[in-house]
């Protein structure tokens, strides 16, 4: 099957399936918000500015990687880069294996235009430095979005349950270092649904690692979506023994901003809701990221996706106000949020 097709599946599977974690949760559920009465603040001065790959964000929000190579891969991407631009969020792309492979697809990742302000990250799958990728498919997976910066995504679960899956994850440390010395534009890491747990964020770091995704466990199980792709009937059926696979995106936060202190820390994996996004500030994040909890909505317009994006930021703002938090480092210091 081609990457065309195994996206286009993705995109359906993802919209039309139940791919979720079946019992573990974020982890921001065991958290909450003790309520301040007194807030002392005015709410339409809270200030949710934030700075990232050189570009000012007007919230701490980003738009996950999700998707590319296919025509509805493009509407999809266009609508959420043009929600992006207009609420001034930052956005990641879906892995871009598709558009270097074949130049054709490049013009379902090409948004620039419809997003001119935006933090904008590329994304290569990191398993691919062992098939045959270097700097140079990097840069031109950089150079075709016109992006601030590069992301690898680590999906070693989600490849050995896919039935073209790429298996082979041994020395990619090595080669990631490498890749962050010679690439001109910073590299991230990030998972894609089961989390970055804090030795491997050190690990990461210390390899050169500017930014990382934890993606923890508690959103989309891409196991589960293999299992709907798969003719192999152990992998449908061993896909369920891993339903609640990884670490809870809470945990990672936690283990990650303790681990690698200097790294800018984004918080994504089963967050829906602008308080999600404020626990994970408070965690100890510096973004926090939402991906198929807005597919619906993008497959629909830019104005839906702009209007849950809106939702999504008064939500976060409304926490802030709740605990009397006035700007993110009031949020970051907070001593209002408990365990439950």
Same mark, same amino acid.
């Given at each position: 099957?081609?990457t065309?097709?195994?996206?286009?599946?993705?995109?359906r599977?993802?919209l039309?399936e139940?791919?979720g974690?079946?019992s573990?949760g974020?982890?921001f559920e065991?958290?909450?918000?003790?309520?301040?009465?007194?807030?002392?603040?005015?709410?339409d001065r809270?200030d949710?500015?934030?700075?990232?790959?050189?570009r000012?964000l007007?919230?701490?929000?980003?738009?996950?990687?999700?998707?590319?190579?296919t025509e509805?891969?493009?509407?999809i991407n266009?609508?959420l880069a043009?929600?992006?631009?207009a609420?001034g969020?930052?956005?990641?792309?879906?892995?871009?294996?598709?558009?270097v492979?074949?130049?054709?697809l490049?013009?379902t990742?090409r948004?620039?235009?419809?997003?001119?302000s935006?933090p904008?990250?590329?994304?290569?799958?990191?398993?691919?430095?062992?098939?045959g990728y270097g700097? =140079?498919?990097?840069?031109? *997976?950089?150079?075709?979005?016109?992006?601030?910066a590069l992301?690898l995504h680590?999906?070693?679960?989600?490849?050995?349950?896919?039935?073209?899956?790429?298996v082979?994850?041994?020395?990619?440390?090595?080669r990631?270092?490498?890749l962050?010395r010679?690439m001109?534009v910073?590299?991230g890491?990030?998972?894609v649904?089961w989390g970055?747990?804090g =030795?491997? *964020?050190?690990?990461?770091? =210390?390899?050169?690692?500017?930014?990382?995704?934890v993606?923890?466990?508690?959103g989309?199980s891409?196991i589960?979506?293999?299992?709907?792709?798969?003719?192999?009937?152990?992998r449908?059926?061993?896909a369920?023994a891993?339903?609640?696979w990884?670490i809870?995106?809470?945990e990672c936060?936690v283990?990650?901003?303790a681990a690698a202190p200097g790294?800018?820390?984004?918080?994504?994996?089963?967050l829906a809701t602008?308080v999600d996004?404020a626990?994970?500030i408070?965690?100890g994040?510096?973004?926090?990221?939402?991906?198929?909890s807005?597919?619906?909505a993008?497959?629909?317009?830019?104005?839906r996706?702009?209007?849950?994006?809106?939702r999504i930021e008064f939500?976060?703002r409304a926490a802030?106000f709740?605990i009397?938090a006035?700007d993110?480092?009031?949020?970051?210091?907070?001593?209002?949020l408990?365990?439950?």
């Open positions: 099957m081609s065309e097709q195994r996206k286009a599946e993705h995109i599977i993802c039309e139940d791919v974690s079946r573990i974020s982890g065991r958290y909450r918000f003790r309520h301040e009465a007194l807030p002392e603040l005015g709410f809270i949710t500015s934030a700075e990232w790959l050189g000012r007007r919230v701490p929000l980003l738009i996950s990687s999700m998707t590319g190579g509805e891969a493009l509407r266009r609508h043009e929600a992006a631009e609420r969020w930052a956005m990641g792309l879906g892995s871009m294996r598709a558009a492979e074949k130049p054709e490049a013009r990742f948004i620039r235009d419809v997003a001119p935006v904008l990250v590329a994304n290569i799958g990191a398993v691919q430095l062992n098939c700097v =140079d498919e990097c840069r031109r *997976a950089v150079e075709l979005a016109e992006a601030d992301v680590l999906n070693g679960m989600q490849e050995l349950f896919q039935p073209e899956g790429d082979d994850f041994a020395g990619l440390l090595g990631i270092e490498r962050c010679d001109p910073p590299v890491a990030k998972e649904g970055i747990a =030795d491997t *964020a050190r690990r990461l770091a =210390d390899a050169g690692v500017r930014f990382l995704d993606a923890g466990a508690g989309t891409w589960q979506v293999e299992k709907f792709r798969s003719a192999d009937p152990v449908r059926a061993a369920d891993f339903a609640d990884g809870p995106t809470a936060v283990e990650a901003r790294c800018t820390l984004i918080a994504s994996g089963g602008g996004a626990k994970a408070a965690l994040a510096d973004i926090a990221g939402f991906g198929r807005l597919l619906g993008a497959v629909g317009s830019a104005e996706t702009a209007q849950t994006l809106e939500e976060l802030m709740g009397g006035g993110l480092r009031k949020l970051r210091d907070t001593p209002r408990v365990r439950i």
